[in-house]
């Protein structure tokens, strides 16, 4: 049987789409969140939002958001279910920020963020003049552990999460699973052996993973 280490703690039905499909997981959370103060005016025209984590630490604030602009699926269904207004979703950072760069040149945002965070989207606000702040309502810090043995396959959610990882392991001839492009860059660092799944969902890289291991021996 096949074995997977997530860099992130799964939900019990994300679990048993693996022990299912006949694969044995073992997990941990490779980085840790902290929520932080933060200040920000009554009223927010637009908003942008990369990660879930961000959402959290805004929900039980006061302050109103007019709209929001995000990346993923998830990050897009917690806005709504959370009573924001959505404007455009993207799969990855690079398409919003050339979605924004293309429409909204003469508008102003607020970047809901941690303290780690992809450079695209700020990167191509200021190279095009779009004014913006960044607001910190988080903080990412690592979180290793070293494993005595090798896995199939890991599965990673972040850039974070491939530091955090090979801070004290070696990636090896696992498989390095990935949610998406940046974090696929940054596994390519240290193994070729990377795989990006479809969507930038846990439950893709899920199925990325048991599709990529069906043909174990």
Excluded: W
Excluded at 16 to 21: K, M
């Amino acid at each position: 049987m096949p074995t997977v280490l997530s860099t992130k703690k799964f939900k019990e039905n994300q679990r048993s789409l693996l022990l299912q499909a006949g694969v044995s997981l073992v997990e941990y959370d490779a980085i840790k969140i902290e929520l932080i103060p933060f200040e920000i005016p009554e009223i927010v025209e637009n908003a942008i939002f990369t990660s879930q984590n961000a959402i959290l630490a805004i929900q039980n604030s006061e302050f109103r958001i007019q709209n929001c602009y995000c990346v993923g699926k998830k990050t897009k269904s917690m806005l709504e279910e959370n009573g924001q207004n959505v404007v455009k979703m993207t799969e990855y950072a690079s398409e919003l920020a050339d979605y924004l760069v293309k429409n909204y040149k003469k508008d102003s945002f607020h970047f809901f963020c941690g303290n780690i965070r992809s450079d695209e989207i700020p990167s191509k606000l200021k190279e095009n003049n779009i004014d913006f702040k960044e607001i910190e309502v988080y903080k990412t810090t690592l979180n290793p552990k070293k494993f005595e043995r090798q896995f199939d396959a890991v599965l990673f959610f972040s850039p974070s999460g491939v530091r955090s990882f090979v801070s004290e392991n070696k990636i090896n001839n696992s498989k390095a699973i990935c949610i998406g492009n940046t974090t696929a860059s940054e596994a390519k660092i240290y193994t070729k052996n990377v795989v990006i799944a479809n969507a930038t969902t846990v439950e893709s890289v899920i199925a990325k993973a048991v599709n990529t291991l069906k043909n174990y021996d």
